[in-house]
């Protein structure tokens, strides 16, 4: 059961005649939403460093790989050997330092030479190939990583530091609604670039966030139950004092 032709063999027998009907009856397109929920849920077992979760849910990526390559093979597209098969060139051809004559001195060098290459391939603009698709912000954080490849990038996170107070004051003295949502864009857009310059990968940090707000709130609703009052009957100063609470309580 450790063998991917197994895999292999299991996804066609899942949509062949005698297989499952709900399995049988998926499209590419229906079942695209799978792919990235089952992104996400990889994504959360990175965040959270447990390693058995991720294991699991790269079983059900690659399951989700499986899917739609059988798909593929019965419309006569293409089959699994041939999406393996192209990586793996991939693979070799753009890591000349590696199997070919070629050196890199460094990690950015290499990135240098994947940029060229892909252009000898004839691959268009350096951000054409990254999907609309994705969540606006990890997108704005994908296309500036991948322009300061090139060298178009701020020299120091000052520069980057110094935009986003820019854009902050901007945003304070727009006085349209349009005009608002522009600026209000363009500070997003600085705050993704200030994380790229950071280190800190943008969706990575909001999740994050959005995990932490999540259990302190519901602490907040636990104590409220717990002592017998409604949450909403709480002056605001009442609740800032019960979130201060939530923060000492709750671990980060």
């Known amino acids: 059961m450790d063998s991917f032709d197994t895999l292999i063999d299991i996804i066609a027998r899942l949509r062949s005649p005698d297989g499952c009907p709900w399995d049988r009856e998926q499209t ?14 990889a994504l959360e077992a990175i965040d959270k460093g447990d390693m058995a979760k991720l294991c699991e849910e790269l079983g059900d990526l690659l399951m989700q790989i499986a899917l739609h390559a059988q798909m593929a093979s019965e419309d006569g597209d293409f089959v699994i050997d041939d999406v393996i098969r192209g990586i793996n060139d991939k693979l070799v051809h753009r890591h000349p330092h590696v199997f070919g004559g070629a050196e890199a001195k460094d990690a950015r060098e290499v990135i240098t030479t994947w940029e060229a290459m892909k252009r000898e391939e004839g691959k268009g603009s350096i951000i054409a190939g990254i999907p609309k698709e994705m969540p606006a912000l990890a997108y704005s954080q994908a296309i500036q990583r991948r322009v300061a490849r090139v060298g178009f990038d701020w020299e120091d996170i000052e520069g980057v530091i110094e935009k986003l107070a820019e854009e902050v004051a901007e945003l304070r003295t727009a006085t349209e609604h349009r005009q608002r949502v522009q600026e209000f864009g363009d500070l997003l857009f600085t705050l993704a670039n200030t994380a790229r310059k950071l280190d800190i990968e943008l969706e990575a940090a909001l999740r994050g966030a959005n995990e932490r707000f999540y259990r302190r709130f519901s602490y907040m609703e636990e104590v409220c139950q717990e002592r017998g009052i409604q949450l909403a009957d709480l002056s605001l100063a009442e609740m800032d004092a019960l979130w201060e609470e939530a923060k000492r309580r709750i671990a980060d």
């Open 28 to 41: 590419h397109s229906s079942i695209k939403g799978n792919m990235l929920e089952e992104s996400y849920e």
